[in-house]
Every structure is written in structure tokens, then in C-alpha cells.
């Protein structure tokens, strides 16, 4: 488990030797989002801000925040400055959805796909994540469990789907957390009805509830074994549920 403290995302650029210095500044910017240190959704600091933390000027500050827009890295907002953008993969995962209405393969397929990516995710994530992440993580099972508790499903599962999300952005494997991201709809609606075929037993809601707590709690000990053991425990139960036909 991480304990240094995380190195500060923006400090003062060099500028280089040769090129433009507005290619050193997209090049830093970039790496913290390959190195999983900015997020999706995460807000840059304002231009001004920016400007003086890079100690670049404006003018090359803003070609290079256009740049990372170009690049999809980046997305800006009238009025409310940059973001990370979101990485989506539409032609990817509109026929999956549409493959889960139908058959039922499908939901087995994504879930044989879930094993191997959120495995890797918890190993990485227990090894590797920071004050921030555990943080996320422990927001997003605050919330997961608090939906539950009020039987609300629909938001139940969002916030399950998020806890999901978080440990892979916490593995800071730029690869795997960008097939997360990309697959996040078909992982919320695979999570949906996985949910609804746990949930029509009695044991069912607390099942969840202490599978989701065991695998957070190893990530937070930075226990690696552990945190793969309970992902394919939770992993399990789910494969149990669905191969009942009680999914809806």
C-alpha cells in the first residue's frame, strides 16, 4: 500500500532544448492522465493558476490545453475551464447492450470478462493506490451501501458499478482502467441484473454488502492476495446467481 504522499501534479516545466514549449506541457499534463493521476471528470486548475504552478506562459498554456482537446484528452466547458474527458467506446459496447437484453451468453461472456480485468484491477489496486483512491473507493461503497439500504436499486447499482470503476483507476494501469472506462454502461447494467438476481433471496443484500466491504478492506491493507481472492468470491456468487435464471 501506498503511505509516501503523492508527488504534486503540476510543477514548473523546463523549457526544452529543442520544440516548442507548449509540446513539454502536453506531454506533463498527458502523463498524469496516463499515469492515472488525473482521472475523468477531474478539473484543471484555472488558466491563471495553471500558468503560474507550470510557470509557462498563457499563451503556450493554451495551445497546449487545445491540443489535449483535439486529442480527446480534454474537454472544455463555457464558463467552468477544463476537464479530463471521459473515454467512451459507443460501437463497442451499444451491441453488448443490446446482446444482454437478448441473450443470456451474453451477460456469462461479460462476466468471464469481468473475472479477468477486476482480478487484475484489485491486485493492482492493493498495491499501488493512494490517500486519494482509497478515498474514492470508500466514497463509492459509502454510497453503493446507503442506496441498498433505501432500496433503491437503480442507484444502488450505479454506485456498485462505480466501487468497481474506482479500483481500477486505482490500479494505475493507464490499459486496463481505459477498458473500464470505455466498458462503464455495460458494466452498469450488467451489475443491474446481477443485482436483481442476488437480491431475490433474503441473504442476498447482506451477501453483497460484506463481499464489496471484504474487497475494499483488502485494498485499503494493501493485501494483494486477499483483494483477488475477495474480488473472485464476489465474482463467483454473481456466476452462481445468473446461471440460476433468475435474472431480471
Known amino acids: 500500500m501506498t503511505s509516501s504522499s503523492p508527488a504534486p ?3 514548473p516545466i523546463e523549457p526544452p532544448d529543442e520544440g516548442r514549449l507548449s509540446d513539454a506541457i502536453v506531454e506533463h499534463i498527458e502523463r498524469q492522465i496516463v499515469e492515472g493521476r488525473l482521472h475523468a471528470g477531474d478539473s484543471l486548475p484555472a488558466e491563471r493558476e495553471l500558468s503560474r504552478m507550470l510557470a509557462v506562459s498563457r499563451a503556450s498554456l493554451r495551445e497546449a490545453l487545445l491540443r489535449l482537446v483535439s486529442r480527446e484528452l480534454l474537454e472544455v466547458r463555457r464558463n467552468a475551464g477544463y476537464r479530463v474527458a471521459p473515454t467512451r467506446a459507443p460501437t463497442l459496447t451499444d451491441p453488448l447492450l443490446r446482446l444482454m437484453q437478448t441473450q443470456p451468453k451474453a451477460l456469462a461472456d461479460v462476466l468471464e470478462l469481468r473475472q479477468g480485468v477486476e482480478t487484475l484491477a484489485a491486485r493492482l489496486a492493493a498495491t499501488r493506490a493512494t490517500d486519494k483512491d482509497h478515498d474514492t473507493i470508500a466514497e463509492a461503497l459509502e454510497h453503493m451501501e446507503a442506496a441498498q439500504a433505501q432500496h433503491q436499486a437503480s442507484e444502488a447499482a450505479d454506485w ?6 474506482a479500483i481500477a483507476e486505482a490500479s494505475h494501469n493507464v490499459a486496463l482502467v481505459t477498458i473500464m472506462r470505455g466498458l462503464f454502461t455495460v458494466l452498469r447494467e450488467h451489475v443491474r441484473r446481477a443485482r436483481a438476481a442476488m437480491l431475490v433471496s ?6 453483497l454488502r460484506q463481499q464489496h466491504r471484504a474487497l475494499v478492506a483488502a485494498i485499503r491493507a494493501g493485501d494483494a492476495d486477499a483483494a483477488v481472492a475477495a474480488a473472485e468470491t464476489h465474482l463467483r456468487y454473481l456466476r452462481q446467481g445468473l446461471g440460476s435464471g433468475q435474472v431480471g
Open 202 to 207: 433474503a441473504s442476498g443484500e447482506e451477501d
Open 160 to 165: 456498485d458499478a462505480r466501487l468497481h470503476l
Open 9 to 11: 501534479l503540476f510543477e
